[in-house]
């Protein structure tokens, strides 16, 4: 299958790792909107958020977020998750993932 994310767990397309679990790869956003930027995103491919049903992957992606953002110690000053689903939630890459954001006051505009 033809998708960046699939290629970047597989390892043939490079990216900045930051936690691997059996489940989950985070990495350093390419274009990153924030001075922390980070991806969680499952081995498994899975569309859209709407794709993905398995308790254990959506609590998953929140676990590993608060995971990495505790050994960041994000949550001091704080940090923001973010799921876009389909064209007009902002979604480019169709194999699910989570934002986290940090390092400076995040807009108070959601969207
Ligand atoms: P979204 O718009 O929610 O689908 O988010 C996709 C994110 O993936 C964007 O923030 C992109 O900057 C990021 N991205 C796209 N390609 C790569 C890549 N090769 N390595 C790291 N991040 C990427
Ligand atoms: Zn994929």
Known sequence: MDCIF???VEGTVPSTKVYEDDNFIVIKD???QAPVHLLVIPKRHYSTLMDCDERDILGGLIDVAKRVST???LHERGFRLVI???EEGGQTVFHLHMHILAGRAL???MG
Do not use: A, D, Q
Request: proline share 7%; net charge positive; glycine share 6%.
């Open 6 to 8: 699939c290629k970047i």
């Open 30 to 32: 390419i274009n990153p």
């Open 71 to 73: 050994e960041k110690r």
């Open 84 to 86: 876009n689903t389909n």
């Open 107 to 109: 807009s108070g505009k």
